[in-house]
């Protein structure tokens, strides 16, 4: 791997870090330290892939879209298949990852924070698993508007705590989780749900999720007998797309795209600032506050972006892209109707950008999008919006 695109003590370049109080940073780099420990050891990777395959259901496929790479008329497209996976998309790799991690630590109860419920949801399905306890904050204007997802993590065993301060969102969570970690670390791990926060997690989550392309490289030789020319993947904190990048970083020929809503562009729209504990570029307005986003996808409704993200378009080797909702909304339909798949509205931004894509490029040529969930959960919302 070449030296820029390798995390030095949790830099990616100008973004990434660790800005918290020094009793935080202290207990993050333990954490850091215990994932540089674990992560080549070969008995806590046979676990790890052992959970991949016998609870997650890996390695899922990658399968041909015959009919909407007919219908497109360019290049063939590909979908990694993650809306296969246990819970319905790629959060569930990262997860167990951390929570196998927190064991060996010797973790007695993992602590998580949840936007729309769907981290909490993966984080409460692998603790109960394991059999660690766990306690899920959830800002309270959250939980009511996501009522049926509280009830799936408490049904799974877990504690929601609706957090009641600020605007009683995702950051008051976030906010809340670090002050029972430091109040707590000596029996708690913190699991944070995306590739963003201070250092190790942007490393730790990449890592975990970097299954995703080394199955697909692996798939698409096997397939095709070379790599794609471009690997497409929806981007909210940028777990699914590093993952789904991971592998491909190196390979010079492969575009990496990375799709943004249009209602909440970190990087297309945002600034370099200093959110949440790491330096990346960040919808913010004059003040420092975060501005209002308005992703139809819940898991893409965020003002901030995993600081590697931020550091591939800086260097020019991810090219990042914005889709309205409006077109997610018609990739959604499209790729029901054509594959009998339901995409998560997340993933169909990315697939709304291939199908674009496809028609650019030749029909030699190969693409990969990542279809980093499924869209039962989004079903009954878009109803409401179609009726
Ligand atoms: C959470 C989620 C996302 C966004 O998170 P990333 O960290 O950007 O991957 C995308 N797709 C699905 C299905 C999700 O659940």
């Known amino acids: 791997m070449s030296k820029e695109n390798v995390a030095e ?26 994932f540089e420990k674990y992560k080549d050891d070969p008995e806590f990777l046979e676990e790890y892939r052992y959970y991949l395959k016998e609870y997650v259901g890996r390695e899922n496929p990658l399968t041909l879209a015959k009919n909407l790479t007919e219908k497109v008329g360019g290049a063939k497209i590909y979908l990694k298949r993650e809306d296969l996976n246990h819970t319905g998309a790629h959060k569930i790799n990262n997860v167990l990852g951390q929570i196998l991690l927190a064991k060996r630590t010797g973790a007695e109860r993992i602590i998580a924070e949840t936007g729309a419920g769907q981290h909490g949801v993966a984080t409460a399905t692998a603790c109960a698993m394991v059999g660690l306890p766990c306690t899920i904050y959830m800002g309270k204007k959250d939980t ?10 408490e049904l799974l065993g877990a504690e929601v705590v609706a957090v009641d301060k600020g605007w009683g969102r995702l950051k008051e969570a976030v906010d809340e989780a670090f002050a029972d970690l430091v109040a707590n670390h000596e029996t708690t791990f913190y699991l944070i749900g995306s590739a963003v926060g201070p250092y190790p997690y942007p490393e730790m989550v990449k890592y975990f999720q970097s299954i995703i392309s080394e199955e697909s490289k692996r798939q698409i030789l096997a ?19 590093i993952g789904a990048f991971a592998h491909y970083i190196d390979e010079d020929s492969v575009r990496l795209i990375g799709v943004e809503p249009a209602e909440a562009a970190s990087i297309s729209k945002g600034k370099p600032a200093v ?20 992703s139809i996808a819940a898991g893409l409704d965020y003002q901030g972006v995993g600081p590697e993200h931020s550091h591939l378009h800086a260097i020019g080797r991810g090219e990042y892209v914005s889709v309205t909702g409006e077109e997610a909304l018609e990739a959604f339909q499209e ?28 029909q030699d040529d190969v693409i990969i999008v990542n279809l ?10 878009v109803f409401e919006i179609l009726k």
């Open 9 to 34: 003590k949790g830099y990616f370049g100008d973004f990434g870090g660790s800005f918290v109080p020094e009793d935080l940073k202290d207990i993050l780099d333990g954490i850091g330290v215990a």
């Open 275 to 294: 959110f949440h504990g790491y330096r990346s570029l960040t919808l913010l307005d004059e003040d420092g506050e975060a501005l209002p986003t308005d």
């Open 335 to 362: 790729l029901s109707k054509t594959e009998g798949i339901i995409p998560a509205l997340e993933s169909s931004h990315a697939v709304s950008h291939a199908i674009q894509l496809a028609k650019e490029l030749g």
């Open 223 to 241: 397939k095709e007998g070379k790599l794609p020319a471009a690997v497409v993947a929806c981007v909210g904190g940028g777990s699914n797309a």
């Open 372 to 381: 980093s969930g499924r869209g039962d959960k989004d079903v009954e919302q």
């Open 144 to 153: 009511e508007r996501q009522r049926l997802n509280v009830f799936r993590m």
